[in-house]
């Protein structure tokens, strides 16, 4: 019984590791504070940047859909924007300028990390402990109780996410983010839309 309390402890410590793990966070944020006084834009270009097509378009997709519920109007990008690998620069300009919108935001993965955690096992011990108390059926009769560690990898991915105006060309607001399992793209998506329109809400930007 004992033993098996110690497996379904195990289990329970292994399973609250991975919820808690499939996290997006705003670790950092910037506002240009030579952009003075400050700019509420009205419509803004959602670029995702990155070689994978579907997953920039999901991003996109969201990202522009969140700043529609706010009351934003939105536009993405990848439908104004060719899919081969020309000069991304010009693209982008010609993107601009089809939407007519007077900022742009970006959304970046900058870098892709693998972690490890270890959760502890159990010690192997028997049951009871006094020596001087066993017999040959209750030392048969007992338990090993041992579970080993439990490694358990994952990765963390670190996001950029830029916001620039279009009429100078220069940077507004800047964030750095950080999700766990970047694999589970539209669930990501969806947090990191929440936690960049958070801000640019708060720092009066849209």
Known sequence: MRSLFARCMA???????????????LVDSWRNPDITPAKRYHKLLVASIGRNVNERKVYEDVIVAGLRQQGVDAVASYPLMLTDNGDMAKMLDKAVKLSGADAVLSV??????????????????????????????????????????????YSVATLQANLFDVANRKLVWAASLETSEPGKVLAISREVARLVIQSLVKQGLI
């Open 11 to 25: 289990l329970c410590v292994v399973t609250m590791f991975l919820s808690s793990c499939a996290t997006t966070s």
């Open 108 to 153: 970046q993965t900058t870098m892709i990390e693998q972690k490890a955690n270890v959760v502890p096992g159990y010690p192997d011990f028997w049951y009871p402990p006094a020596y001087h108390s066993w017999n040959m059926g209750g030392y048969y009769g007992t338990r090993m109780l041992y579970e080993p560690p439990t490694i358990i990898v």
